[in-house]
C-alpha cells in the first residue's frame, strides 16, 4: 500500500506541506503578544467580529491564503508582518529557508552600494508610470491630483542612502529631511533634492537598550529631534542633536508610535496605539495630561500625532479611520473621515500634518493617497501619491515629504 500512495505526492505536493511547515513554525514560535499584533497588522483585512476566532497566528496565514495574501511563491506580505512585529530571525531563520534562492529581494543593479540616486532608467520608468497616473487621473475626474515633478529616493536596504521602512519624518528650517530608518534602527538625513547627507544611529542613553527602532520624528523650536521608538526592553523617547548626538531621554513601557511638539509649550506628545491615548511629556519626561476620547470604543489605535499653530492636537487612528481632534487641554473638539475610499473617507491613516496655511494633509495610506482638509475638516482635495504613504512632513518653502514604508522609499513634492 504504501509504494503506490509514495508515488502519488508530486513535487508540488512536497512544497505545499513544506509551505505549510514553515507557517505552523512561524506560528508556534510567537508568543501570545506576538500572536496578538499579528492579528493587529491583518485588521483591516478581517470581517469585523472574525479576529477573535482566530486563535492561533496559523489561523491568520489561513485567511491571508484565502484573500490571496500570501501563496508558496509570494510571501512579501508575511515577511513585512514578522519586520513589524519585530522577529526578523523568523524570517532569517524560517521564512528565508523556505523561499528558493531566486525570491530574493530585487535590488536595481544601476544603484550602487551607497549611491542615493535614482537612476537614469528608473527615472525613465517613474516618468512613464507618472504619465500613465495623471492620464488616468484626468479620465478620473474627481480621483485626485496627480502631483507632477517629484523626486523619489532610498529602495530597500541598509546601505546609507537606502531605507528599510522608514516611518516618521521632518524637514528643519534648513531644508535637511530627517527620517526614521525603523529597521536599521537610525535617522538618516537628505537634502530636499533626495540627495544623501548622513545618518546616525538611535542611541538611547543611560538604559539596558542599545539602540532603538525608530517610529517617528519631530523637532523642536530650538531646533533638536526629539524620536519615539523601541527597544528589546522598553520604548524610547530621545533627544538627538541634529548630528546625531543623543541628548536625553525618558523610558516607558508603551510602544509608542508617533510623535510631535507643541511649539509653544515645548511639550512632548506621543500617540500610544495600545492604550488608545496621546500622552503629553515636558522635556524631562514627566508626564503633564493623557488625552484621550471620552467615549468608549472611539480612538482605539491613534498612529500620529500633530499639533497646529493654535496648540489643537490632531491624532490620526488607523483602525476607526478616522482622524480625532482635541484643544490644547486634551478636550475632544470633533473628528472627521470614516472608512471608505470617497473623497473625505480614509482608509487606515497614518501621518498627519499641518501646513503654514492651516490645511490638515492626512496620509490615507489603504487607498494609496493623501487627503487634505480645512482646519475645520471640510475635504478640500485628493492628491494621489502611486505609493502607500505613511510619514508626512512639510519642508519650509511649501515641499511635500511623503515616506512609503513598503516600497522602502521617501519622495519629495516640490508643491501640492
Known amino acids: 500500500m504504501a509504494g503506490p500512495v509514495r508515488e502519488r505526492v508530486t513535487d508540488a505536493d512536497r512544497r505545499h506541506f513544506d509551505f505549510v511547515k514553515t507557517l505552523l513554525r512561524i506560528s508556534d514560535a510567537l508568543t501570545e503578544e506576538e500572536t496578538a499584533n499579528v492579528k493587529l497588522f491583518c485588521l483591516h483585512l478581517i470581517p469585523e467580529g472574525h479576529a477573535e476566532q482566530l486563535k492561533r497566528a496559523v489561523d491568520v496565514f489561513h485567511k491571508l491564503i484565502k484573500m490571496d495574501k500570501i501563496?508558496?511563491?509570494?510571501?512579501?506580505?508575511?515577511?513585512?508582518?514578522?519586520?513589524?512585529?519585530?522577529?526578523?530571525?523568523?524570517?532569517?531563520?524560517?521564512?528565508?529557508?523556505?523561499?528558493?534562492?531566486?525570491?530574493?529581494?530585487?535590488?536595481?543593479?544601476?544603484?550602487?552600494?551607497?549611491?542615493?540616486?535614482?537612476?537614469?532608467?528608473?527615472?525613465?520608468?517613474?516618468?512613464?508610470?507618472?504619465?500613465?497616473?495623471?492620464?488616468?487621473?484626468?479620465?478620473?475626474?474627481?480621483?485626485?491630483?496627480?502631483?507632477?515633478?517629484?523626486?523619489?529616493?532610498?529602495?530597500?536596504?541598509?546601505?546609507?542612502?537606502?531605507?528599510?521602512?522608514?516611518?516618521?519624518?521632518?524637514?528643519?528650517?534648513?531644508?535637511?529631511?530627517?527620517?526614521?530608518?525603523?529597521?536599521?534602527?537610525?535617522?538618516?538625513?537628505?537634502?530636499?533634492?533626495?540627495?544623501y547627507l548622513r545618518h546616525f544611529p538611535t542611541v538611547v542613553p543611560g538604559t539596558g537598550d542599545t539602540d532603538m527602532m525608530p517610529h517617528g520624528i519631530c523637532m523642536d523650536?530650538?531646533?533638536?529631534?526629539?524620536?519615539?521608538g523601541r527597544g528589546e526592553k522598553a520604548g524610547h523617547v530621545v533627544q538627538y542633536s541634529t548630528d546625531g548626538t543623543a541628548m536625553a531621554g525618558f523610558e516607558k513601557s508603551h510602544d509608542y508610535r508617533g510623535i510631535a511638539v507643541d511649539m509653544r509649550t515645548n511639550h512632548i506628545l506621543v500617540a500610544d496605539p495600545d492604550a488608545g491615548e496621546v500622552h503629553v511629556f515636558r522635556p524631562d519626561g514627566s508626564l503633564v495630561r493623557t488625552v484621550r476620547h471620552p467615549r468608549g470604543g472611539e480612538m482605539t489605535r491613534p498612529g500620529y500625532v500633530t499639533v497646529d499653530g493654535e496648540g489643537n492636537i490632531l491624532v490620526s487612528d488607523w483602525d476607526s479611520n478616522s482622524v480625532y481632534v482635541y484643544d490644547e487641554s486634551g478636550k475632544f473638539l470633533f473628528q472627521f473621515g470614516g472608512k471608505g475610499s470617497g473623497e473625505g473617507q480614509l482608509m487606515n491613516p497614518l501621518g498627519i500634518c499641518t501646513d503654514s496655511s492651516g490645511y490638515?494633509?492626512?496620509?490615507?495610506?489603504?487607498?494609496?493617497?493623501?487627503?487634505?482638509?480645512?482646519?475645520?475638516?471640510?475635504?478640500?482635495?485628493?492628491?494621489?501619491?502611486?505609493?502607500?504613504?505613511?510619514?508626512?512632513?512639510?519642508?519650509?518653502?511649501?515641499?511635500?515629504?511623503?515616506?512609503?514604508?513598503?516600497?522602502?522609499?521617501?519622495?519629495?513634492?516640490?508643491?501640492?
Open 221 to 228: 523650536g530650538n531646533g533638536t529631534l526629539w524620536v519615539v
Open 71 to 195: 501563496d508558496q511563491e509570494n510571501l512579501d506580505f508575511l515577511e513585512e508582518i514578522l519586520e513589524g512585529i519585530g522577529r526578523q530571525d523568523l524570517i532569517r531563520d524560517v521564512l528565508q529557508q523556505f523561499q528558493p534562492p531566486d525570491r530574493e529581494i530585487p535590488e536595481n543593479t544601476e544603484l550602487q552600494p551607497g549611491s542615493n540616486a535614482v537612476s537614469a532608467s528608473e527615472r525613465e520608468a517613474s516618468k512613464e508610470e507618472r504619465h500613465t497616473a495623471e492620464t488616468e487621473g484626468a479620465a478620473a475626474g474627481s480621483t485626485g491630483d496627480f502631483i507632477q515633478g517629484a523626486i523619489t529616493f532610498g529602495g530597500k536596504g541598509s546601505e546609507p542612502g537606502k531605507f528599510w521602512h522608514p516611518g516618521g519624518v521632518v524637514v528643519s528650517p534648513s531644508n535637511e529631511i530627517f527620517v526614521a530608518d525603523h529597521i536599521n534602527e537610525r535617522v538618516q538625513v537628505h537634502s530636499t533634492e533626495g540627495v
Open 360 to 416: 490638515i494633509l492626512v496620509a490615507d495610506s489603504g487607498n494609496d493617497r493623501i487627503q487634505i482638509f480645512t482646519r475645520h475638516s471640510e475635504f478640500v482635495r485628493t492628491l494621489r501619491t502611486g505609493s502607500n504613504p505613511e510619514g508626512l512632513a512639510v519642508g519650509p518653502e511649501g515641499q511635500l515629504v511623503v515616506t512609503d514604508c513598503y516600497n522602502h522609499t521617501v519622495t519629495v513634492f516640490p508643491n501640492y
